[in-house]
């Protein structure tokens, strides 16, 4: 399990091989050890050096998420000390292979953009708009294909210049299905200025520990992307492949969320001029997105989870740089 600690005052302890969470000092709840897999905090509260070495004995992350849903920390399990793969990863920068594998994150990407646009527009009288947007990212991809492959730094801004266009292609036909009062006008990233993109930015977050954990595990180093170039403190492989993943497993339910109305505009508050979500729909915002981790989906007429899908894509990337394995990026048809 996936094991949630929010609000402000609580503390987590241990009790010989149990997890405990207190608030003003009284046990509120227990869990043993063995049946975490996952430490996710928010709020304010504290953590003791018993319960810490306990999860670290046991290769269990444990995640701290701020407010504006952002990452504050992530500790991790014992790295895969599996240095030929971090040899080929800083190599991939000089050849072929860090530009095919930037030009696959993105394929993926919009390919889940043209899926999501493609299964709203079903359901609605009048779906030409949404057709027509996820046609354009259909001839967008052509472009992308047109590419060829070669080191990243010789083509990053070709292909940041068509997955900009087929961004607002996608978040142009998201807008006419988001009610009128959520003011929202497209995807503004940090500092979220209307509730879509508040949910949005921490939906992104919590997927993003996922990916840092795959990836640390695999024994790619996350601070050496292809997509995103080095800057001092990003993760910039993490960045890269979670854009094969956002439109399925956050895009799609945040968009649940406000079509079934389980959020309305009452259930977000100015904060620093940033628009944040109540603690109860941030509860519920991150209780459908685990449920979608854990949700499978066929593939190969095989049913897999979208947690085993993100290891299954971080041990590809490995596989490929060792020139193991042909990498092919993670998309759904619908």
Known sequence: ???????????????????????????????????????????KGSITFDAMSLLA?????????NWKGEVVYQLLPTENKHVN????????????????????FIKAKMENQKAVLGTLSKPRENPEFLIQKRD????????????RNRPVDDIRNNILGLEGIAANEYWDGIKTIIPNEFNFQSRSGRGAKDPINS???????????????????????????????????????VFDLIEEFRQQIVDK???KMITKRQVKVDDFELKDNIVIISEDKRKLLI??????????????NENIS?????????????????????????????
């Open 1 to 43: 399990m996936k094991l949630f600690v929010e609000g402000f005052g609580k503390s987590v302890a241990r009790r010989d091989n149990q997890i405990l969470i207190k608030e003003n000092d009284k046990i509120t709840n227990y869990y043993v050890i063995d049946d975490i897999e996952q430490l996710i905090i928010t709020g």
């Open 57 to 65: 004995a046991r290769n269990i992350d444990t995640i701290v998420l």
């Open 85 to 104: 793969v971090k040899k080929e990863q800083y190599s991939a920068l000089n050849d072929f292979r860090s530009g095919y594998l930037a030009k696959s």
């Open 136 to 147: 354009n990212i259909a001839n967008i991809i052509i472009q992308l294909n047109d590419i």
């Open 199 to 237: 949910m949005l930015n921490y939906g992104y977050a919590i997927l993003q520990t996922q990916i840092i954990k795959a990836l640390f595990i695999t024994g790619l180093d996350i601070y050496c992307g292809y997509l995103h170039g080095d800057r001092y403190g990003r993760a910039s492989l």
């Open 253 to 255: 339910v945040v968009i």
């Open 287 to 300: 209780s459908e997105i685990m449920k979608k981790l854990k949700s499978n989906v066929k593939i190969n």
């Open 306 to 334: 979208y947690e085993d899908i993100i290891f299954y894509q971080a041990k590809l990337i490995s596989k490929f740089l060792l020139k193991k394995e042909k990498y092919n990026g993670f998309s759904l048809r619908w």
